[in-house]
């Protein structure tokens, strides 16, 4: 039986791998969610995940918190960072399967969807948790984001 078991070992470890096709498709199921977020994104093959937390309008040098009081150019700021963060890891905006944003005020929530929509701009939205918080990781900044993104091994 042992030896039974090893043979079949041996024969899986000497398989050739069989190529899975890699495939990212986005979902809606209610008519609210369209235009706004996707509600379901699934990945199909095997694939390389991203993740970007803490992403905010800190200046990269010194950490300083750029555009203090303008919630839109924070919002900009941390989206740039977060498209060269992607692109050094061979992935795009329309890669992002999972948001999480958080902000210090709820009353920023149309700018914040004006400044998604900008961002995203001819890309399928992926789903989006919006969080209030009470403060984030610096004094003066009022937006971060967490996203996650998946693109195929070979990328």
């Known amino acids: 039986m042992r030896l039974i078991a090893l043979a079949a070992a041996a024969m899986i470890a000497a398989a050739p791998a069989v190529a899975q096709e890699f495939k ?10 369209k235009g706004a977020f996707s509600e379901a994104v699934t990945i199909t093959g095997p694939g390389k995940m991203i993740y970007l937390a803490g992403i905010g309008s800190e200046n990269p040098d010194d950490g300083s918190v750029a555009n203090v009081g303008n919630f839109l150019e924070q919002c900009r700021a941390a989206w ?24 210090t005020d709820v009353r920023y929530r149309q700018e914040m969807r ?42």
């Open 24 to 33: 990212k498709e986005n979902f809606n199921y209610s008519e609210f969610a």
């Open 80 to 103: 740039a960072k977060a498209k060269k963060a992607l692109d050094a890891n061979g992935a795009t905006l329309s890669d992002i399967v999972k948001v999480t944003s958080y902000v």
């Open 114 to 155: 004006d400044c998604r929509k900008e961002t995203f701009d001819g890309v399928p939205l992926p789903p989006h948790t919006f969080l209030h918080v009470v403060s984030l990781a610096r004094p003066g900044m009022m937006f971060e984001i967490d996203v996650v993104a998946a693109i195929p091994a070979s990328k």
